[in-house]
């Protein structure tokens, strides 16, 4: 998972994005995922990004109480002026 996040933040850095971005995905038709990245630049031309998820799964069978889960998970990355994560 932890992969997957930092691929994400790599990957939406390249595009030069905003400082503050959001992502909604679905499955299925139904609501699956946020993500949401914010960018800080410091003075010395570091950046500090933070990258939140939330995964929200709800299914239900018949004759079955619906199921819900429910995944959160936080990550903060410092990238050098470079482009190279040097913290996380």
């Not at 691929?7 to 939406?12: A, E, G, P, S």
């Not at 971005?21 to 949401?36: E, I, K, M, N, R």
């Not at 914010?38 to 570091?46: A, F």
């Amino acid at each position: 998972m932890r992969f997957l996040l930092l691929l994400t933040v790599w990957c939406v850095h390249l595009s030069l994005c905003a400082e503050d971005q959001w992502f909604s995905g679905t499955l299925a038709g139904q609501p699956l995922a946020t993500l949401h990245q914010s960018t800080q630049t410091l003075p010395d031309g570091r950046n500090e990004l933070t990258v939140e998820m939330l995964m929200v799964i709800k299914r239900s069978l018949p004759g079955q109480p619906e199921f819900r889960m429910v995944m959160r998970d936080t990550q903060m990355f410092v990238e050098g002026p470079e482009g190279t994560i040097s913290a996380f």
